[in-house]
Each structure stands twice: as structure tokens, then as C-alpha cells.
């Protein structure tokens, strides 16, 4: 494993959801029309100051994601659920960028794309923990199967607005980056994995 790349896909996996909750804070602020009860978060990115605020820092969260999964991928090796949830996470990363690109006035992209960072973020994230698992990292499965699966499950209930259960389910699977990158950092630990 080359630890100059699993530092640097730590780091991106440490900023990306700083920099985008920071983002859509910023962008609410520019927006004194946004209630969490009423709106979407994408409605932030229809027009004005807000829109190209939400959208270019959703483009660049994406590509902070996209960075770590190459750590995903570097951990994972030859293990084909390692592999298998690095792509997949590699795929959310890359809708995620597109949901800025295609915002909300490019529909059905802007749907779709957006469904697709939604659904395949935590899938890549209870894929990945199989791997995880299977190299006794128990404890980190198991944050990233119950995270991971309740930010589905969150979708399921009967919300006012898209805004609490985007928020609530991205940040949950947000705290397993958090976890993995903190993992990345040590490379001592990660040559471990076989």
C-alpha cells in the first residue's frame, strides 16, 4: 500500500463532508426562503448567489469524495467486496458531482442523479463493511452496516420535505467517512489487512 495516497485519500475523506455541510450552510444563507419543513436541499441550487454556491461546492464535494475512494480501493486490494463497494462508492461520488452539474432546473437528471447518490452511497458503505468484516475490523463494520442502513430506512418515513432526510442519511454515512479516514491515516494498521 503506498501511505502517501492513503494520507491524501484520508484528508479528502475528512473534508468532504466538512466542506460540503459547510457549503449548503452557506448557501441557506444566502437563502431566507429555505425551510427545512418546505424545501428540497437541491432547491437551494435553482437561481441566484445560492445556486452557484450549492452547485460548484457540490461538484467539488464530489470530487473530494471520488479522491477517497481511491483509498477504498487501496485498502481493499483483491478482496471483491472491498472492490465491489469501491466501486459503487466511486459511482455516489461521481452523482453527487452530477446533482451540482444537472441541478434542479435539468430534469429528470437532476432526480435521477440525485436517487442515485441517495440509494448508492449507503450501499456502497454496507458492501464495503462486509469487507471490512472479513478482515476482523468488526467494530468498523458494524458503525458502517448501522449507519449505512439507517439512512435507508430514513427514507421510508413520511417527511414534510426531502431536506431532513437528505441531511440526516448523508451525515450519517458522513461519520463512517470520518471512521475509515481516521483508518487510512494509520498505515501501520492498514498493512495489516491482508
Same mark, same amino acid.
Given at each position: 500500500?503506498?501511505? +502517501?495516497?492513503?494520507?491524501?485519500?484520508?484528508? &479528502?475523506? #475528512?473534508?468532504?463532508?466538512?466542506?460540503?455541510f459547510f457549503i449548503v450552510f452557506i448557501a441557506i444563507s444566502y437563502a431566507p426562503w429555505f425551510s427545512w419543513t418546505n424545501n428540497a436541499l437541491s432547491d437551494l441550487g435553482r437561481q441566484g448567489t445560492e445556486a452557484i454556491i450549492?452547485?460548484?461546492g457540490l461538484m467539488i464535494t464530489g470530487s473530494l469524495i471520488l479522491l477517497f475512494s481511491r483509498g477504498l480501493f487501496e485498502i481493499?486490494? +483483491?478482496?471483491?467486496?472491498?472492490?465491489?463497494? &469501491?466501486? #459503487?462508492h466511486v459511482i455516489a461520488s461521481l452523482s453527487l458531482f452530477l446533482?451540482?452539474?444537472f441541478n434542479i432546473n435539468i430534469?429528470?437528471?437532476?432526480?435521477?442523479?440525485?436517487?442515485g447518490f441517495?440509494?448508492?452511497?449507503?450501499?456502497?458503505?454496507i458492501i464495503y463493511s462486509i469487507f471490512l468484516y472479513?478482515?476482523?475490523?468488526?467494530?468498523?463494520?458494524?458503525?458502517?452496516?448501522?449507519?449505512?442502513?439507517?439512512?435507508l430506512l430514513l427514507w421510508t418515513f413520511n417527511w414534510s420535505s426531502v431536506a431532513i432526510p437528505e441531511a440526516a442519511s448523508a451525515g450519517l454515512c458522513s461519520i463512517w467517512h470520518f471512521i475509515i479516514s481516521f483508518f487510512m491515516w494509520n498505515t501501520e494498521k492498514n498493512r495489516k489487512i491482508e
Open positions: 500500500m503506498n501511505s +502517501k495516497h492513503l494520507h491524501f485519500s484520508a484528508i &479528502s475523506g #475528512i473534508l468532504s463532508p466538512i466542506f460540503g450549492f452547485n460548484n481493499a486490494e +483483491k478482496n471483491f467486496w472491498g472492490k465491489l463497494g &469501491s466501486i #459503487i446533482i451540482g452539474l430534469n429528470p437528471w437532476h432526480f435521477y442523479v440525485s436517487v441517495f440509494v448508492t452511497l449507503p450501499i456502497a458503505i472479513q478482515n476482523k475490523m468488526t467494530f468498523i463494520a458494524l458503525m458502517g452496516w448501522i449507519f449505512s442502513v439507517t439512512a
